[in-house]
């Protein structure tokens, strides 16, 4: 957070002073909601919630140097007591991003939002903007009413570039972070079929993402995928000038687009000679190498589209292109490719739907050319009526895929083991499975050196569960320590 003192967080956030506050401590650091994690200078943020309240950990925030604390009763901390936490924190970051546009003319603010993708693309252009300035890009998907703010307010007097994701389960979520936090760049990735039973269909999906080009000034830039035809279509809802990226079509181009036998992603960048970024300067055109350390094809509409972003936002095309040279995700579960035993383990548990599932598999089935191919697949959450149809399809298409073998999770995921068993081509490569640990049983029976595993469901589903133990297993059984848990890939 910009350094901020308690009187003007009251009268920013409508609260009081309470616990012994004077108003005069000062918050030099950022916002927290774990106790654990607070360092000294932070605003603790204690929320009451259904088995924990942040309340409790009052004191243990205040011994690890919390300068001051959010709350809606006073236990006698020095903290601003509000009506509710969330909008104060709400009103603060909204407060803070002001304050932090007018001390930084060069501040940038990019979001992204999209049906699948958005946390990859989200790490990516933090890692091509932070070679060009200070960038907050948090690991992991803090894309709601809660975690939007406390993003914002990680913000400093230095910091160049601020990269937000926004989430949304309904027409509107995304208009009210905007209004948290309005970009100056957004992003659109896609508009699919995750959330279908939330949404209540494609179309309104459309109309909610869309909601992050209608919070454009006419001083921002859109920067849409021209490959998806919903999401061009979001250009007619744009105040600001807009700038389109694909691979067979749109103004930022990729080419020669390939996969190695790991099934790596390798394209070229094409950037045009009129393009121009935000504060007016001519991009340098011309045909840059990318070569990030990403598996699946699918990768590559992310990185381009991080690309077209980030080049719009300032940063050199051969500078950000090197910035991408053998990267990874720092957002874990997410095609997170994970070696032990001689197997490989893609780890893309954190969640899933029909495009990203389908996706994921024909990765899979990549790597079949020169591994024995197992795919462990659980339940996809809300989608609503079509459930049953869309998990069947996708046991049909691991079927033509010609997946190895196929480990189906769950009784909400039974459809897939269904549709592959009807599929025609498979005997008994097909399994069905009641529990997550009934399946790691199994595969630490049934993974050898050689084979590539795939892990993907929806978070709660529970394949998440899996990796870690799985890893540890194989590894020991290899005789070597489990490989560390860092580069992620979505």
Not at 264 to 275: G, H, I, K, N, Q
């Amino acid at each position: 957070m910009l350094q901020t003192t308690a009187r003007d967080i009251a009268a920013l956030t409508g609260g009081a002073l309470v616990g012994g506050a004077t108003g005069d401590e000062l918050v030099t650091g950022t916002a927290r909601i774990d106790s654990r994690e607070v360092r000294p200078g932070d605003l603790f943020a204690a929320f009451p919630g259904e088995h924990v309240d942040g309340h409790d950990y009052l004191a243990a925030a205040q011994r690890s140097g919390a300068a001051l604390a959010l709350v809606t009763e006073d236990r006698g901390t020095p903290a601003i007591r509000v009506e509710d936490v969330r909008e104060a924190l709400s009103a603060l970051a909204r407060a803070q991003l002001d304050r932090a546009r007018e001390e930084c003319s060069q501040l940038v603010v990019l979001a992204v939002t999209g049906s699948a993708g958005k946390t990859g693309t989200k790490d990516l252009l933090g890692t091509v903007l932070g070679a060009a300035g200070p960038t907050i890009a948090p690991v992991g998907s803090l894309n709601n009413e809660l975690g939007l703010p406390l993003t914002v307010l990680r913000l400093t007097s230095e910091t160049r570039f601020l990269v937000l994701e926004m989430g949304a389960r309904g027409i509107g979520h995304i208009a009210q972070l905007t209004e948290i936090a309005r970009p100056d760049i957004s992003l659109v990735l896609n508009v699919g079929s995750a959330h279908l039973g939330e949404f209540g269909g494609i179309a309104a999906t459309a109309q909610a993402k869309g909601e992050l080009v209608e919070a454009l000034s006419p001083h921002g830039r859109a920067v849409l995928n021209a490959e998806d035809r919903l999401v061009a279509a979001m250009a007619e809802r744009s105040a600001a000038p807009v700038v389109t990226w694909g691979f067979t079509a749109g103004q930022v181009r990729g080419a020669e687009l390939t996969l190695d036998d790991q099934a790596r992603v390798a394209f070229e960048l094409e950037v045009p000679d009129y393009l121009t970024t935000l504060s007016g300067d001519v991009v340098p055109a011309g045909r840059f190498p990318v070569r990030p350390d990403l598996l699946g094809e699918h990768q590559a509409a992310n990185v381009l589209a991080a690309l077209t972003a980030a080049l719009i936002a300032g940063v050199d095309p051969a500078t950000a292109t090197a910035a991408l040279d053998g990267a990874t995700l720092a957002s874990a579960q997410r095609m997170q490719a994970l070696r032990a035993g001689g197997a490989l383990i893609i780890d893309d548990a954190y969640n899933a739907n029909p495009d990203s599932m389908r996706q994921a598999l024909k990765t899979l089935a990549h790597l079949g050319r020169s591994h024995r191919t197992i795919a462990v697949l659980g339940e996809m959450l809300e989608l609503g009526t079509d459930t049953v149809r869309l998990h069947d399809e996708i046991g049909r298409l691991a079927v033509r895929l010609n997946i190895g073998q196929l480990y189906v999770i769950g009784d909400g995921a039974a459809p897939i083991h269904h549709g592959a068993s009807l599929e025609g081509s498979f005997g008994g490569e097909s399994e069905h499975l009641d529990s997550v640990e009934e399946a790691l049983a199994v595969l630490e029976h049934v993974v050898q050196p050689g084979d590539a595993v795939l892990l993907k469901s929806s978070r709660d589903s529970g394949l998440r569960r899996i990796a870690g133990p799985l890893v540890e297993h194989l590894a020991q059984r290899d005789g070597r320590d489990a490989p560390a848990r860092t580069g992620a890939q979505q």
